[in-house]
């Protein structure tokens, strides 16, 4: 019978990845619950300010659910779609539309690991009886009985790497959390999904943002904000240069992320990119590529994973972006939540809103959010 | 332990000899009911008596049935066969959403609409309906019991305020069919929706009543079915089983069916409300078989699926299209808030719900909300 010590609940979304795990953890006899989070209407700004009236979404699409749906009957687990979309909408969606308002560039994907993954969904399993939770993240986690703590690793597949998305998860979430992809690659898993006679084993990967069909996110931001009735704020101003030359106007500060080149609408005889956003005086500075490079950043919003805290310096390999390689830097308490970095070599494009996610080797430290 | 079943305004199980009197006609009896042959005209008879016993439940004429694929079509045709551009149409805001969305699509073709509010309790006031009159009023449409709740309307007198108004008035009585007598002239309506799986006919059945001399615009262009106004074959055998259920239903009546119900309801009610916040509507008049619980702080759809896991099937909210809840409509209407609605659910009892289920269902519930309380009292952000 079930036995809520050794139930596990499954977040299926549908994909290939989850579903995998489900027959992975059915074939080797567990107690399972998939559950699948609805957690954004896609029909909801369809047809709003120029976006697309017809949605192919990815995530929490009806076809998704459906799929899921299929894996589980087909495996006969029980299944059930839960509705966070509330939840969602607060903790993602409108911190994601505040901070490009703010000049910052957003990563919904770790709000959405933080509030909803590992939080709400850990949450609703404990309350339907089940103890743990398994994802279908590329990543791996042990207890290291050593240092008394749960450790979050890279997985095997470094292609697939998912960890900088989850340098949020405290000890307790990672206590009760199973990525049983960490071993594998993603051809393999795609394997495996062949062998457990699952008909989406082809279906292909989501890469966008999964509230953002289609990818455009001025769009998104404009249409959410005309469907609150709220006016977007008056974000417009000035392109310049680190010296203060007027180089243009821009539309608002939302439209750019530090780093980017296209879409600047500046003729110049050597390419320019955003070097920085002011929020206040709505200025964007716009320079040539090496003032990008950066020797330092600070990180707020801390979380540590290996260590319990930061003891005087420490050194560590840093990712400040999802596609990053990690470069090498020293780590320095500079508050009480606030570390600074500071790299051996010059970073490029420091992006504020971004994550700064501390590694040593294939452990991840911790990390926090640049500002 | 068998499964208990409490979540009877979504659906009830066939009653047994509802589907003995089906199985001739998915087997042997499959002639068409608008056929000449002896096949067909067997088929014609079965429906025929069929409507006999759907007439007798609701105290009007065989002739005023309409039968149907059950309450969302009987509504719509009700709705949509009485409305033209220009007319206005009163409803309330905890319709069920087969006569709230159908309004509101009228709404968006240029009729006028007005969606009542209801007071705490979930009661549409009659003076607000006679209040709301316009010279362009043709169609007033409220429900008889509510299928969250189990509130009752009204209707009686929302029907004379119809009447002395001239205006047509529609009932959907979905969730009071086989829970209350039925009379149409008592109610004083021109159109009455029910549906059979509401009452222990099989899904996709139901009939509209029709008061004689209504016109009514069919939804369908096709056959001349239904003395025009459903074409389409008829679905013989679901039609029987209809026919069944209304006679169960109301030989139920007759043997105070309803009391027994109401004496399992209220002791559920009576040991459940002591770890709730309230019973939503338990003020006012309702039928039999519902009660409607907030829990506050609870999440409502966490517990239905730890209930579920537990061999308990009870509801909370609306289904949304991927199989989510919703918070309900009819909950907000009332002036509970979104987590309030999303923290209470419903329990609704069927014919055949046991002393045994609930005493059982009692202790499932009590101790998955202790759990429950326990976990959120840990986990409080």
């Given at each position: 019978?079930?036995?809520?010590?050794?139930?596990?609940?499954?977040?299926?979304?549908?994909?290939?990845?989850s579903?995998?795990?489900?027959?992975?953890?059915?074939?080797?006899?567990?107690?399972?619950?998939?559950?699948?989070?609805?957690?954004?209407?896609?029909?909801?700004?369809?047809?709003?300010?120029?976006?697309?009236?017809?949605v192919?979404?990815?995530?929490?699409s009806?076809d998704?659910?459906?799929?899921?749906?299929?894996?589980a009957?087909?495996?006969?687990?029980?299944?059930y779609?839960v509705?966070?979309?509330e939840?969602?909408?607060?903790?993602?969606?409108?911190?994601?539309v505040?901070?490009?308002?703010?000049?910052?560039?957003?990563?919904?994907?770790?709000l959405?690991?933080?509030?909803?993954?590992?939080?709400q969904?850990?949450?609703?399993?404990?309350?339907?009886?089940?103890?743990?939770?398994?994802?279908?993240?590329?990543?791996?986690?042990?207890?290291?009985?050593?240092?008394?703590?749960w450790?979050?690793?890279?997985?095997a597949?470094?292609?697939?790497?998912?960890?900088?998305f989850l340098?949020?998860?405290?000890?307790?979430?990672?206590?009760?959390?199973?990525?049983?992809?960490?071993?594998?690659?993603?051809?393999?898993?795609?394997?495996?999904?062949?062998?457990?006679g699952?008909?989406?084993?082809?279906?292909?990967?989501?890469?966008?943002?999964?509230f953002i069909?289609?990818?455009?996110?001025?769009?998104?931001?404009?249409?959410?904000l005309?469907?609150?009735?709220?006016?977007?704020?008056?974000?417009?101003?000035?392109?310049?240069t680190?010296?203060?030359?007027?180089?243009?106007?821009h539309?608002?500060?939302h439209?750019?992320?530090?780093?980017?080149?296209?879409?600047?609408?500046?003729?110049?005889?050597?390419a320019?990119?955003?070097?920085?956003?002011?929020?206040?005086?709505?200025?964007?500075?716009?320079?040539?590529?090496?003032?990008?490079?950066r020797?330092?950043?600070?990180?707020?919003?801390l979380n540590?994973?290996?260590?319990?805290?930061?003891?005087?310096?420490?050194?560590?390999?840093?990712?400040?972006r999802?596609?990053?390689e990690?470069a090498?830097?020293?780590?320095?308490q500079?508050g009480?939540?606030?570390?600074?970095?500071?790299?051996?070599?010059?970073a490029?494009?420091?992006?504020?809103?971004?994550a700064?996610?501390?590694?040593?080797?294939d452990?991840v430290?911790?990390?926090?959010?640049?500002? | 332990?068998?499964?208990?079943?409490?979540?009877?305004?979504?659906?009830?199980?066939?009653?047994?000899e509802?589907l003995?009197a089906?199985?001739?006609?998915?087997?042997?009896?499959?002639?068409?009911?608008?056929s000449?042959?002896?096949?067909?005209?067997?088929?014609r008879?079965?429906?025929?008596?069929?409507?006999?016993?759907?007439?007798?439940?609701?105290?009007?004429?065989?002739?005023?049935?309409?039968?149907?694929s059950?309450g969302t079509?009987?509504d719509?045709?009700?709705?949509?066969?009485s409305?033209?551009?220009?007319?206005?149409?009163?409803?309330?805001?905890?319709?069920?959403?087969?006569?709230l969305?159908?309004?509101?699509?009228?709404?968006?073709?240029?009729?006028?609409?007005?969606?009542?509010?209801?007071?705490?309790?979930?009661?549409v006031?009659?003076?607000?309906?006679r209040?709301?009159?316009?010279?362009?009023?043709?169609?007033?449409?409220?429900?008889?019991?509510n299928n969250?709740?189990?509130?009752?309307?009204?209707?009686?007198?929302?029907?004379?305020?119809?009447?002395?108004?001239?205006?047509?008035?529609?009932?959907?009585a979905?969730?009071?069919?086989?829970?209350?007598?039925?009379?149409?002239?008592?109610?004083?309506?021109?159109?009455?929706t029910?549906?059979?799986?509401?009452?222990h006919?099989?899904q996709?059945?139901?009939?509209?009543?029709v008061?004689?001399?209504?016109?009514?615009?069919?939804?369908?262009?096709?056959?001349?079915?239904?003395?025009?106004?459903?074409?389409?074959?008829?679905?013989?055998?679901?039609?029987?089983?209809?026919g069944?259920?209304?006679?169960c239903?109301?030989?139920?009546?007759?043997?105070a069916l309803?009391?027994?119900?109401?004496?399992?309801?209220?002791?559920?009610?009576?040991?459940?409300?002591?770890?709730a916040a309230?019973?939503?509507?338990?003020?006012?008049?309702?039928?039999?078989?519902?009660?409607?619980?907030?829990?506050?702080?609870?999440?409502?759809?966490?517990?239905?699926?730890?209930?579920?896991?537990?061999?308990?099937?009870?509801?909370?909210?609306a289904?949304?299209?991927?199989?989510?809840?919703?918070?309900?409509?009819?909950?907000e209407?009332?002036?509970?808030?979104?987590?309030q609605?999303?923290?209470?659910?419903?329990?609704s009892?069927?014919?055949?719900?046991t002393?045994?289920e609930?005493?059982?269902?009692?202790?499932l519930?009590?101790?998955?909300?202790?759990?429950?309380?326990?976990l959120?009292?840990?986990?409080?952000?």
């Amino acid at each position: 019978m079930t036995n809520q010590e050794n139930t596990i609940a499954v977040a299926m979304s549908g994909g290939v990845d989850s579903s995998t795990v489900a027959a992975m953890l059915k074939a080797e006899g567990h107690d399972l619950v998939g559950l699948t989070m609805q957690l954004w209407n896609q029909r909801r700004l369809a047809g709003k300010d120029g976006m697309p009236e017809q949605v192919q979404g990815r995530c929490c699409s009806i076809d998704d659910v459906y799929d899921a749906r299929r894996v589980a009957e087909v495996l006969s687990i029980p299944y059930y779609v839960v509705n966070h979309q509330e939840r969602f909408e607060r903790d993602v969606i409108r911190p994601f539309v505040d901070e490009y308002l703010a000049g910052r560039t957003p990563i919904p994907c770790s709000l959405c690991n933080n509030h909803l993954k590992f939080d709400q969904l850990l949450m609703t399993a404990r309350q339907i009886g089940a103890e743990r939770i398994a994802t279908g993240h590329y990543a791996r986690n042990e207890y290291d009985p050593k240092r008394g703590r749960w450790i979050l690793k890279r997985p095997a597949d470094a292609s697939k790497d998912q960890t900088y998305f989850l340098f949020g998860l405290t000890q307790e979430q990672l206590a009760h959390t199973l990525f049983p992809l960490g071993g594998f690659t993603k051809p393999e898993v795609r394997e495996l999904a062949r062998d457990y006679g699952l008909a989406l084993a082809n279906k292909p990967d989501s890469q966008e943002i999964c509230f953002i069909p289609g990818g455009d996110y001025k769009r998104f931001i404009d249409a959410y904000l005309e469907e609150q009735g709220e006016a977007p704020p008056e974000t417009a101003g000035e392109l310049v240069t680190a010296g203060g030359e007027f180089r243009g106007k821009h539309d608002g500060v939302h439209n750019f992320t530090v780093g980017q080149r296209k879409g600047l609408g500046l003729a110049s005889a050597s390419a320019l990119y955003v070097i920085s956003i002011d929020r206040d005086t709505k200025q964007v500075t716009v320079g040539a590529e090496q003032e990008l490079l950066r020797d330092s950043l600070r990180a707020q919003g801390l979380n540590w994973i290996s260590i319990a805290g930061l003891i005087g310096e420490m050194r560590a390999q840093v990712k400040i972006r999802h596609r990053h390689e990690p470069a090498w830097a020293t780590l320095r308490q500079t508050g009480v939540d606030e570390v600074e970095v500071q790299f051996d070599a010059p970073a490029r494009a420091v992006t504020p809103g971004q994550a700064a996610v501390f590694y040593s080797a294939d452990e991840v430290i911790g990390g926090g959010w640049i500002v | 332990m068998p499964r208990i079943y409490l979540d009877a305004n979504a659906t009830t199980p066939l009653l047994p000899e509802v589907l003995e009197a089906m199985r001739p006609f998915l087997l042997e009896h499959f002639g068409n009911a608008s056929s000449i042959h002896q096949e067909g005209q067997h088929a014609r008879s079965a429906v025929e008596r069929a409507r006999a016993s759907v007439a007798r439940l609701l105290s009007c004429r065989p002739s005023e049935i309409v039968f149907t694929s059950g309450g969302t079509e009987g509504d719509n045709l009700a709705i949509f066969g009485s409305v033209r551009p220009g007319d206005h149409v009163i409803t309330t805001s905890v319709e069920h959403h087969a006569v709230l969305h159908a309004v509101e699509r009228l709404g968006d073709r240029g009729v006028d609409v007005d969606f009542l509010p209801v007071n705490r309790q979930g009661v549409v006031a009659p003076e607000d309906v006679r209040q709301a009159l316009r010279p362009n009023t043709t169609l007033i449409s409220v429900m008889m019991a509510n299928n969250e709740t189990g509130v009752l309307q009204p209707v009686k007198e929302i029907g004379q305020i119809a009447a002395e108004a001239g205006v047509r008035f529609h009932v959907d009585a979905v969730q009071a069919a086989g829970k209350l007598p039925l009379d149409v002239d008592t109610i004083g309506c021109h159109l009455l929706t029910i549906s059979g799986h509401k009452m222990h006919a099989p899904q996709g059945t139901g009939a509209l009543y029709v008061r004689r001399g209504t016109r009514l615009e069919p939804l369908f262009a096709g056959g001349a079915h239904e003395r025009q106004r459903r074409a389409g074959t008829e679905n013989v055998a679901g039609i029987v089983g209809l026919g069944k259920a209304a006679e169960c239903a109301l030989e139920g009546l007759g043997n105070a069916l309803p009391e027994q119900m109401r004496v399992l309801r209220d002791r559920l009610e009576a040991a459940l409300v002591q770890h709730a916040a309230g019973v939503n509507g338990g003020h006012a008049a309702r039928v039999a078989n519902t009660t409607n619980l907030c829990f506050e702080g609870l999440d409502g759809e966490a517990l239905v699926i730890a209930l579920d896991r537990k061999g308990l099937a009870v509801s909370s909210g609306a289904a949304c299209s991927s199989g989510a809840s919703e918070p309900s409509h009819v909950l907000e209407a009332m002036g509970l808030s979104t987590e309030q609605a999303r923290s209470s659910l419903r329990f609704s009892l069927h014919r055949q719900t046991t002393e045994e289920e609930i005493a059982q269902a009692i202790e499932l519930v009590s101790s998955q909300l202790e759990r429950l309380r326990e976990l959120s009292a840990v986990t409080v952000r």
